[in-house]
């Protein structure tokens, strides 16, 4: 997707606010990438235990990143899940993969248009924050990975749920075989 094409899209990155409305440039179907490990190594799995909540709370005008970063620095916490939220944004910024490459394609769009969040989800892992977020206006609904320059606009509420140190999910973020995670 070109430059152009991406203001549309994403609400209020273009100075025009007619473009918001702009139908999804996005195909309605799915491509299916191929995968670059063995079938026996795609998918791992590892039990842990809840151990406390934390309640985050972000006040108006205030980076939604930098108030979760500041959060898991303050409780001290190793890993964790980022379990719900809500609120809304003065400012967005997030990224996107574009496409189907690995390491995939990024875009990164930036919007001052007021935006409802409607979820957030994530992980801690090793005590960095690797956060998604969904937001929406009237018409539609989109998001992606967290950036710095999310302003909350009313609030942001998060929870965050501190697991077990073990077992290590340290580089779950990241293009890896699996066999070494």
Avoid at 142 to 163: Q, R, S
């Amino acid at each position: 997707m070109d430059k152009e094409g991406q203001e549309a899209y994403f609400p209020g990155a273009a100075a025009d606010r007619q473009s918001r409305f702009a139908p999804p440039l996005f195909p309605l179907y799915y491509h299916r990438a191929k995968s670059p490990l063995p079938k026996e190594k795609s998918v791992i799995s590892r039990e842990t235990t809840m151990q406390r909540v934390i309640l985050v709370r972000i006040a108006p005008g205030e980076d939604i990143l930098l108030g979760l970063r500041q959060t898991v620095a303050q409780h001290q916490i190793k890993n964790g899940l980022i379990l719900t939220g809500f609120g809304s944004a003065s400012h967005s910024h997030f990224h996107v993969v574009m496409s189907n490459d690995l390491p995939p394609e990024e875009s990164y769009p930036k919007s001052t248009q007021p935006l409802d969040i409607c979820s957030f989800n994530g992980y801690i892992l090793d005590g960095k924050v690797h956060c998604h977020i969904d937001f929406s206006d009237e018409r539609n609904g989109f998001g992606g990975h967290l950036e710095e320059g999310t302003l909350a606009l009313t609030f942001a509420n998060i929870a965050i749920g501190e697991i077990a140190d073990s077992p290590s999910i340290v580089g779950w973020d990241t293009i890896a075989d699996e066999s070494q995670l």
